[in-house]
């Protein structure tokens, strides 16, 4: 009898809950919004940029669109991972500002993103750059 009483307790406890109010989630403000987060490939290797510069979101939705040739991402690098942590698992992030595509650039900013994080004070502090030019865009988060 005492089991067949817990039993039916639980299962009004358990209705009541359900039925209840439920919390609401509080929503969390797009950490990238304002711009575009692209995926580029350098071989075999993936990394991303987020962008906010919009001469440089049309480039990128040209290049997407087959229209440039403008395939290299090329912009001054920093430490850090980026705004929303958007380019773990890398140590380092592209300006979304001062970013632009180019269709070539000088040698010493090139590299795969694994080479830069291996050498990511020299290429923060003395590079300044990163431009790979075996880049490939993947893809586009539009986040405008």
Not at 48 to 53: A, L
Not at 80 to 92: E, K, R
Request: hydrophobic share 45%; aromatic share 8%.
């Amino acid at each position: 009898m005492c089991l067949r009483l817990a039993l039916v307790t639980g299962c009004l406890l358990g209705l009541l809950f359900a039925c209840g109010p439920q919390p609401t989630a509080t929503p969390v403000a797009d950490p990238l919004a304002g711009g575009v987060l692209a995926t580029f490939d350098v071989v075999g290797e993936q990394f991303k940029v987020w962008v906010t510069n919009p001469v440089t979101v049309q480039q990128l939705l040209d290049l997407q669109a087959g229209q440039s040739q403008a395939n290299i991402p090329n912009g001054r690098i920093f430490a850090g991972p980026g705004a929303g942590a958007h380019n773990v698992p890398y140590g380092w992030h592209l300006d979304p500002v001062e970013i632009e595509m180019a269709e070539m650039t000088i040698e010493l900013c090139d590299g795969t993103p694994s080479f830069v994080e291996d050498e990511l004070d020299y290429f923060v502090t003395t590079v300044q750059r990163y431009c790979p030019w075996s880049a490939r865009l993947v893809a586009i988060e539009d986040h405008r």
